[in-house]
């Protein structure tokens, strides 16, 4: 794997490490498929990883966070980080960390920053995806719209893949786990595997319906 192991140790970010070596592995046999996305990259520890994969197989990453933070890193919230937020904007920018991630890792010419709301960025999408990482906002509203926005662009064969996953509500939100059992009811995606909170789906040669 060919990140710098104190880049990964050094950059701000909620991803375990055994959940990042899946990213990647995941990666790179999705990235053999077509490009990969990913939705929520915040300093950018998931994309060093996803990034690496899709180095090595020649194919590219879209990378989709508005840089503002999301609910609980707000001001205030149990996620806040002083060091992000901008007194200029009188709010969370986590856009300079992830250039600089990007920039250490050499990945500039892999990761494509897509700085907009997954909705937003979704409207008009058109190009078939090897992997969607989904690692935005933990709302349910959020988690619902990223799913119901991107699950359907990923190609057969493809992956869906859903970070912090929690069976038990005790131990963490509800809406990754939600959008988790939607897309395993919804007959298009097979379980490959649970690595901690990191959820990995495969799409099945079925034809996506919008209901």
């Not at 799913?147 to 493809?158: E, K, R």
């Amino acid at each position: 794997m060919n990140i710098n192991q104190d880049l990964l140790a050094s950059v701000k970010g909620f991803l375990d490490e055994e959940e990042g070596r899946c990213l990647y592995e995941i990666g790179l046999e999705a990235g053999r498929l077509g490009p990969c996305l990913e939705i929520g990259s915040y300093c950018g520890k998931s994309t060093l990883y996803l990034a690496a994969a899709c180095y090595k197989t020649n194919s590219i990453l879209f990378s989709i966070d508005h840089h503002q933070g999301s609910e609980e890193q707000q001001p205030g919230e149990e996620y806040f980080d002083p060091d992000l937020y901008d007194p200029q904007t009188d709010g969370v920018d986590t856009f300079k960390e992830f250039k600089a991630t990007i920039k250490r890792g050499g990945f500039e010419d892999t990761v494509v920053p897509i700085v907009s709301r997954s909705e937003v960025a979704a409207r008009l999408w058109a190009t078939p995806l090897s992997l969607v990482f989904i690692d935005g906002g933990h709302s349910m509203q959020a988690a619902c719209t990223d799913y119901d926005a991107w699950a359907g662009h990923i190609l057969p064969g493809g992956f869906l893949l859903i970070h912090d996953i929690f069976n038990d509500p005790s131990q963490g939100g509800q809406a990754p786990h939600h959008i988790y059992t939607l897309a395993l009811d919804s007959g298009l995606f097979q379980k490959v595997k649970m690595v901690k909170t990191l959820g990995v789906l495969q799409r099945l040669e079925k034809e996506w319906r919008i209901t």
